[in-house]
């Protein structure tokens, strides 16, 4: 009799076993799913963001080409008015020494 109840006792351990190793397993599967997922969605997001950042890039160079345009409009027309406001004000000008 000892022989048979030892005999179910290792079957239930090895039922118990085999129940624990699916149960892995399926936790495994369902992990590694859920990773893929993450995965892609952050594949998507940084895709989005890299363009987002070259459309920045290509404003922040249209920007800076533009405002070097106005710099130079600025200091044109400050040199055409220059002499006129210094008579209008009646200020003598100077040469600067270095």
């Known amino acids: 009799m000892v022989k048979v109840s030892e005999k179910k006792n290792q079957c ?5 076993r085999t129940s624990l190793i699916q149960s892995v397993k399926q936790s495994i599967t369902f992990t590694q799913e859920e990773v893929d ?3 892609e969605k952050a594949e998507t997001i940084m895709k989005e963001t890299k ?14 080409v533009q405002l070097n345009s106005e710099i130079e409009k600025n200091i044109k027309l400050e040199q ?16 600067v020494r270095s």
């Open 12 to 16: 239930w351990k090895i039922f118990a």
């Open 37 to 39: 997922t993450l995965k």
């Open 51 to 64: 363009c987002g950042l070259e459309e920045l890039n290509k404003k922040i160079v249209s920007l800076e």
């Open 80 to 95: 055409f008015t220059r002499p006129g406001n210094l008579r209008f004000n009646n200020i003598r000008e100077e040469k």
